[in-house]
């Protein structure tokens, strides 16, 4: 267990629902990623925060997907008008430690139908 | 842009040999380099990182990498394999530079041991 829950951890849903997952990093973590990963990839980049701000997004991403951290603590990924592409592991990770090594949480994972 | 490789799906090992497993990167300017390992139904843990020093970085579990500027690699190592190293290995990288915030990761190898 590093300390980094995500909520829901299974999500089926069908396409063209609206869904949202939820990550609650390590307290003292100030930093949050997201990553999207699919079988046999490894995690893609969507989007970074430092406290509230989002500094980095994905220009991969669709104008689907958003993301907030309102108060600088859990963060949310919604996924608008979903597609069957979207299936996959949504990963939140928060750096920190002596070596900056990210902290993963164990996923979400998003099936459309 | 930032790339990294890993040119192996899979590597088998014996028990006991020592194994390695590849990883090659692209990035702007200086690298951090980042060895992740992912057993099954678990989530991704760290094993070591490099970000500037000595080329040899011991990490968890016994785990050492190698970095080489000169060929861009970042290979994982470990002298003598045991069964329970199974498991599915990611290099990441990302740059240095000031709001250089994106990592990279790779494809993945599958490690096997075999007893």
């Known amino acids: 267990d590093t300390g980094v829950s995500q909520d829901p951890r299974h999500k089926i849903t069908k396409r063209g629902q609206n869904v949202t997952f939820r990550c609650d990093p390590i307290s003292e973590h100030n930093r949050l990623y997201w990553y999207r990963q699919t079988l046999g990839q490894g995690p893609e980049f969507l989007t970074y925060f430092q406290n509230e701000a989002q500094l980095e997004k994905s220009r991969l991403l669709s104008d689907r997907f958003s993301a907030e951290r309102p108060k600088g603590s859990f963060s949310t990924l919604e996924i608008q008008r979903t597609e069957q592409g979207d299936s996959a592991m949504y990963l939140c990770?928060?750096?920190?430690?002596?070596?900056?090594?990210?902290?993963f949480g164990p996923g979400t994972r998003l099936t459309v139908t | 842009a930032q790339s990294v490789a890993q040119p192996e799906d899979q590597v088998n090992v014996a028990e006991g040999n020592p194994l390695t497993v590849k990883c090659t990167y692209s990035?702007?300017?200086?690298?951090?380099l980042f060895w992740y390992v992912q057993y099954p139904n678990r989530g991704l843990q760290f094993l070591l990182k490099?970000?500037?020093?000595?080329?040899l970085v011991k990490g968890s579990y016994g785990f050492e990498a190698e970095f080489n500027k000169s060929q861009t690699s970042f290979h994982l190592k470990k002298p003598s394999a045991l069964v329970s190293d199974s498991a599915l290995y990611f290099c990441?990288?990302?740059?240095?530079?000031?709001?250089?915030?994106?990592?990279?990761f790779g494809t993945g190898t599958r490690l096997k041991v075999l007893a």
């Open positions: 490099y970000i500037t020093g000595d080329n």
């Open positions: 990035v702007s300017g200086n690298p951090y």
């Open positions: 990770a928060t750096p920190g430690g002596a070596w900056d090594e990210q902290y």
């Open positions: 990441a990288v990302r740059g240095s530079r000031s709001g250089t915030y994106k990592y990279i």
